[in-house]
């Protein structure tokens, strides 16, 4: 049996429900948000998906798992050890999805669909190497401006 290939419209036209599917495995806590992620994708879409469709759902599908995993928080939380509240990440990363596009869905992807460096650069279709620089680069200017 052959399936159509899976494309953002799809997603798209699909936006309200992958984020319904999202929601109500969060909620149930038992998983994070990026393998809430990973089943939302192989509920709507099956097993028998390319590697690529399934990160093209995660591109399209990553800036969701954000606003959703930033929404349940409390907005006064600070994120892991340091002083950075949740509404400081928050505002940092729509200041960065509009400064540096590119960096903010490799935040996307990285910490909130739980793609590893490798995987991230895979959706990317950049180095590695690039995508640690990155990340790394990223976490370091949060830091500093932030604490």
């Known amino acids: 049996m052959t399936t159509e290939p899976l494309d953002t419209t799809q997603f798209a036209s699909l936006a309200r429900t992958i984020r319904d599917e999202l929601l109500k495995r969060v909620h149930a806590g038992v998983l994070s948000v990026g393998e809430s992620l990973q089943q939302v994708f192989v509920a709507l879409f099956g097993t028998e998906r390319t590697r690529e469709e399934r990160f093209l759902f995660l591109l399209f599908a990553a800036p ?54 490798k995987e991230t650069a895979a959706v990317l279709d950049l180095p590695p190497q690039a995508v640690i620089r990155d990340l790394r680069f990223a976490k370091a200017w949060l830091m500093l401006r932030l604490n």
């Open 64 to 117: 969701m798992a954000r606003k959703i995993a930033i929404e349940r928080a409390n907005v006064g939380d600070r994120i892991g050890n340091t002083h950075i509240s949740v509404a400081d990440l928050k505002m940092w990363l729509s200041w960065l999805d509009t400064m540096d596009p590119l960096c903010a869905r490799m935040i996307d992807l990285h910490y909130f669909a739980g793609l590893g460096f």
